[in-house]
C-alpha cells in the first residue's frame, strides 16, 4: 500500500516511534475487510442505495427547485440509516471481541491498545465511507445527468453524510469501550439512536409548552435563536440537517406556512468544530475506558 | 543465577466479588515446559492474562526476559504466541486471511501461514470463513497462530480443551517440537496426566495461591506419598485401630467402618494377619499405591489449606 506509507511520512518522526502505523493498517484493514462482507451492512447498504436512487427520480415535481426536493429527502433517508449503519458496525467492536476471546489474541501482540481503537476506528470508518458513497453515488449519477449545477453542494452532503456517520461510529465504539457486555452496548447502541431522532423534537417540545404564543405557525417561525443553537449542540442528527441546509446555501426553509431560519452566527465552518468534537470526544474517552479495561 | 523468562512477583486481583489472585511467584527458567495446573476457577486464566498484560494487576510485577510489562508492555509481548481458553476469531475472515492478519501483528514472514496451517491439519478449510468452523478446527486455527513467527515463548491457556485425543496427542508433539528448538512453552490445565507427561516444572494453583513450584519429578514424588492399605471392618473398629496400633501401625486414618492403614508395601500380609489373630474380621480390603491424580485431589480439594504441608 504505497499511498498509506506516503500518507504515513506526513506524520512527525517523533510521533511514528510512539505509535507504530503498521499496526493501525493492520487492523483497520482486518475490521475493513470482516465488515464489508457484513450481511447486516450489506443489507442496509442495499436499502440505502434504494431509498436514494427513487428519490433522484422523484425530482422534477414540485414549486421547490428540483435538487431541493432530492437533498430534503436524501436528508431524511440519511439522518435514519446513517447513524443505524454507524452504530450496527461500532456497538460489538470492544464488547463482542473481549467475550469471543479474539482481542485476548490481538492484545497479545507487540501493540497498544490505542493502535488498535484507531485501526478499528478507521477500519469501520472506512467501510461506512464505502456504503455512504455508494448510497450517495448511484443517486449523484442521475441528478448530475439532470442538473449538474448542484455537484458542489452534493459532494459537500455527501461529506457532511459521512461525518456524522464517523460522530455514530465514535459514539458506539467509546460505548463498547465502556461497557462490559455485548448486550449492554446495544442497547446503548439503541438508546443513542433514539437520542439522536427525538432529542431536537423534545428540546422543541419543551419550548412550545412554555411559551405563551398565538398560533403554532408563528411560534415556529419566530423561534428564538438559542434554542436552534442548543438543537444543533446537542443533536448529532439536527447539527447535519443543518449543515447541510447551509451546504446548498439555504439559509431558511419555508413550508405550510411555518418558516424556519438558521441563525446567522451558524456557520459551516463553525459546525465543522462542533462535527470535530463530536468525532474526537468519545475516541478519547474510549480509548482511556479500553486501556484501563481489563479483558 | 538462573535466567527467567517469565516471572511474577506477587501478583494479586482483585475484582468487584472475588479475590481471584492472591500473590502469586512464578519463575520460569528459559527454554523450560512449564505446567500451570490447578482445578476450574483456580485463578490461572487471570494469572495468564496479567503475564500478558490483557488484565491488570491489583499490586505485583510481572516481567518478562527482565522487562516489567507494566512499563514497557508493547516491549515484553514481542515473540510470544499466546492461545486463550475457547477463543473464536472473526468470522466473516478466513483461516488464512486470519493467519495473515496476525502474522502482520507480529510483523512476520506471511510464507508461514499456509505451512502453520498445514501443521494443524487446516490447510485443505484454509479458503472456508472461520464462522463455518467446529470449536476444535477454530481451536486448531489457534494454535497455528499462536506458532506465527517461531516465538520464543507459547503461552497456552487448555490447549488441548475441546480438542478430539488425536489432535490432543498432535498438539503435544508440536509443543515438544518447538520446545526442542529453544521455545519456552507455558501451558495450563486441570488434568494433571497432560502435564506430567510434559513438563519439566510444574506450579499448583489453588484458590488464587500458589500451593507448590518444583520440578514435575519432584512434585510426583512428594504427592505419591506412601501406598496405604484400606480394610473394611465388620465388628468393632475401635478394637481394631488398638491392635494396629499395638502392632506398629500408628498411621491411621478412620472413615467409619474403613480404615486406612499407611504402610510399606511389603507389609500388607502383616496387617491381615494381625487383624486374623486378634479374630477382627475384615469385610474387605484393597491396596492404594499412592496414586497421583488421588493425590492431586486431595491436594486441591476443599480440606486442603493452601500453602499447607504436602503428607508424605
Redesign the interface.
Known amino acids: 500500500m504505497r499511498s498509506w506509507n506516503s500518507l504515513v511520512k506526513i506524520v512527525p518522526l517523533e510521533v511514528r516511534c510512539v505509535v ?1 502505523f ?2 493501525i493498517k ?2 483497520a ?2 475490521e475493513f ?3 464489508l ?2 450481511k447486516w451492512i450489506i443489507v442496509l447498504t442495499l436499502i440505502f442505495i434504494l431509498l436514494t436512487l427513487a428519490m433522484s427520480f422523484v425530482q422534477g415535481g414540485g414549486g421547490m427547485s428540483s435538487a431541493d426536493i432530492t437533498v430534503i429527502g436524501i436528508l431524511a433517508i440519511a439522518s435514519m440509516l446513517v447513524p443505524i449503519i454507524a452504530i450496527m458496525l461500532g456497538y460489538n467492536t470492544i464488547t463482542g471481541e473481549a467475550e ?3 482481542l ?9 491498545r490505542f493502535e488498535v481503537l484507531i485501526g478499528k476506528f478507521v477500519g469501520l470508518g472506512s467501510v461506512l465511507s464505502t456504503s455512504i458513497v455508494l448510497g450517495f453515488g448511484l443517486a449523484g449519477i442521475v441528478i448530475m445527468a439532470e442538473d449538474s449545477s448542484s455537484a458542489v453542494g452534493y459532494g459537500i452532503f455527501m461529506v457532511l453524510t459521512i461525518l456524522l456517520g464517523l460522530i455514530y461510529l465514535s459514539l458506539s465504539m467509546c460505548f463498547s469501550a465502556l461497557l462490559k457486555r455485548s448486550v449492554a452496548s446495544l442497547g446503548a447502541g439503541i438508546g443513542l439512536f433514539f437520542w439522536g431522532m427525538i432529542i431536537g423534537t423534545i428540546l422543541m417540545g419543551v419550548y412550545l409548552a412554555t411559551t405563551p404564543g398565538s398560533s403554532l405557525e408563528s411560534m415556529m417561525t419566530n423561534m428564538p435563536d438559542w434554542i436552534i443553537t442548543v438543537m444543533v449542540l446537542i443533536s448529532p442528527a439536527d447539527m447535519y440537517q443543518t449543515s447541510a441546509m447551509l451546504g446548498f446555501d439555504m439559509t431558511s426553509l419555508g413550508a405550510s406556512g411555518i418558516s424556519f431560519s438558521i441563525p446567522g452566527h451558524i456557520t459551516l465552518a463553525r459546525l465543522m468544530i462542533v462535527y470535530a468534537v463530536w468525532i474526537i470526544v468519545p475516541l478519547v474517552i474510549g480509548f482511556y475506558s479500553l486501556k ?1 479495561r ?2 | 543465577m538462573t535466567e527467567y523468562i517469565i516471572q511474577t512477583k506477587a501478583l494479586e486481583k482483585k ?1 468487584k466479588t472475588v479475590h481471584a489472585v492472591r500473590g502469586v511467584d512464578l519463575n520460569v527458567e528459559k527454554g523450560d515446559i512449564y505446567g500451570f495446573l490447578g482445578p476450574n476457577g483456580a485463578g490461572k486464566t487471570t494469572t495468564i ?1 496479567m503475564i ?5 494487576p491489583t499490586s505485583g510485577e510481572v516481567f518478562i526476559n527482565g522487562i516489567n510489562t507494566k512499563e514497557q ?3 515484553a ?2 515473540g ?1 504466541g ?12 478466513t483461516a488464512y ?1 486470519t493467519m495473515e ?2 502474522a ?4 512476520a514472514d506471511k510464507a508461514e501461514c499456509d505451512e502453520l496451517l498445514a501443521k494443524v491439519g487446516m490447510d485443505k478449510w484454509r479458503d472456508e470463513k472461520m464462522g463455518t468452523f467446529s470449536k476444535g478446527m477454530v481451536q486448531l486455527v ?1 494454535v497455528a ?1 499462536a506458532l506465527i513467527g517461531n516465538p520464543h515463548i507459547l ?1 497456552l491457556d487448555e490447549p488441548t480443551s475441546g480438542l478430539d485425543p488425536r489432535w490432543a496427542r498432535a498438539l503435544k508433539d508440536i509443543f515438544l517440537e518447538m520446545n526442542g528448538n529453544g521455545t519456552t512453552v507455558f501451558f495450563s490445565s486441570h488434568l494433571l496426566f497432560e502435564v506430567q507427561e510434559l513438563c519439566k516444572h510444574v506450579a499448583i494453583l489453588n484458590k488464587g495461591l500458589v500451593v507448590i513450584e518444583d520440578t514435575m519429578h519432584r512434585v510426583s514424588e512428594g504427592m505419591t506419598g506412601r501406598p496405604k492399605l484400606v480394610v473394611r471392618i465388620a465388628g468393632d473398629v475401635n478394637q481394631a485401630t488398638e491392635v494396629l496400633r499395638n502392632g506398629g501401625f500408628a498411621e491411621l486414618e478412620i472413615h467409619g467402618q474403613v480404615i486406612d492403614v499407611f504402610i510399606h508395601s511389603e507389609q500388607k500380609a502383616q496387617v491381615l494377619k494381625l487383624l486374623a489373630l486378634a479374630d477382627i474380621d475384615v469385610e474387605d480390603f484393597r491396596t492404594e499405591d499412592g496414586n497421583l491424580e488421588d493425590a492431586f485431589m486431595e491436594f486441591i480439594g476443599e480440606d486442603s489449606s493452601p500453602g499447607g504441608e504436602m503428607r508424605g
Open positions: 507504530n503498521n499496526n493492520t487492523i484493514k482486518k475487510m470482516d465488515n462482507r457484513n469471543s476471546g479474539s485476548l489474541v490481538v492484545l497479545s501482540n507487540p501493540i497498544d484501563k481489563d479483558i | 475484582f492474562k500478558l498484560d490483557l488484565v491488570h508492555g508493547v516491549l509481548r514481542k510470544i499466546y492461545l486463550p481458553e475457547r477463543a473464536q476469531f472473526y468470522r466473516n475472515l486471511q492478519f496476525f502482520e501483528l507480529k510483523d489457534g497462530q503461552i
